[in-house]
T-cell receptor
Framework: EADIYQTPRYLVIGTGKKITLECSQTMGHDKMYWYQQDPGMELHLIHY???????EKGDLSSESTVSRIRTEHFPLTLESARPSHTSQYLC???????????????FGSGTQLSVL | RKEVEQDPGPFNVPEGATVAFNCTYS??????FFWYRQDCRKEPKLLMS???SGNEDGRFTAQLNRASQYISLLIRDSKLSDSATYLCVVNADYGQNFVFGPGTRLSVLP
């Protein structure tokens, strides 16, 4: 089992609120990711990080921002939540021990966000 | 054209059936290959890595054909608990991101 944790599991919040979705991993992985997924739809990469102080935008444009001050922690923030942000947000981290062949991706349990 | 494509599904099969999923990828530099399983409203979980020599884990067999850029997953004696979406995932190298296929949904019926 992967040691990657997301909180909260579910969040219902009103429009205009600032929210932060937490993600932590205890595996010492350098690379971390945020994906967004609507029900029955594909995963979309919205942010990733190669390590401390590294943040990159993913394939899908997102109004959210991320930070990576510590290796184990990769929070995602929405400054002003809107109903269009309603979705499932999945955090992940990947192992790497020399070659891509050994690199595996592990997911947290996700945060289901509903913005009213 | 998507970088990773899968059978569109859904696959509805009776218990005990053998079912095969197909996946193709366009990046010839891809080095690692995986099948993930995702249950409804849950996170994807690694089912198995896919190696050039082919590999088996119980009722599951994965094959990779680098020349054709093709990956397959075979499930034998399917169980009700196998019902899920199966995601084909490839990775080119460290520094690149994992690329997910759209997934193929499987429903195993009693």
């Amino acid at each position: 089992e992967a040691d990657i944790y997301q909180t909260p599991r579910y969040l219902v919040i009103g429009t205009g609120k600032k929210i932060t979705l937490e993600c932590s991993q205890t595996m010492g992985h350098d690379k971390m990711y945020w994906y967004q997924q609507d029900p029955g739809m594909e995963l979309h990469l919205i942010h990733y990080s190669y390590g401390v102080n590294s943040t990159e935008k993913g394939d899908l444009s997102s109004e959210s921002t991320v930070s990576r001050i510590r290796t184990e922690h990769f929070p995602l923030t929405l400054e002003s939540a809107r109903p269009s942000h309603t979705s499932q947000y999945l955090c992940a981290s990947s192992s790497w021990s020399g070659t891509a062949v050994n690199e595996k991706l592990f997911f947290g349990s996700g945060t289901q966000l509903s913005v009213l | 054209r998507k970088e990773v494509e899968q059978d569109p599904g859904p696959f509805n099969v009776p218990e005990g059936a053998t079912v095969a999923f197909n996946c193709t990828y366009s990046n010839s530099a891809s080095q690692s290959f995986f099948w993930y399983r995702q249950d409804c409203r849950k996170e994807p979980k690694l089912l198995m890595s896919v190696y050039s020599s082919g590999n088996e884990d119980g009722r599951f067999t994965a094959q990779l054909n680098r020349a054709s850029q093709y990956i397959s997953l075979l499930i034998r004696d399917s169980k009700l608990s196998d019902s899920a979406t199966y995601l084909c995932v490839v990775n080119a190298d460290y520094g690149q991101n994992f690329v997910f296929g759209p997934g193929t949904r499987l429903s195993v019926l009693p």
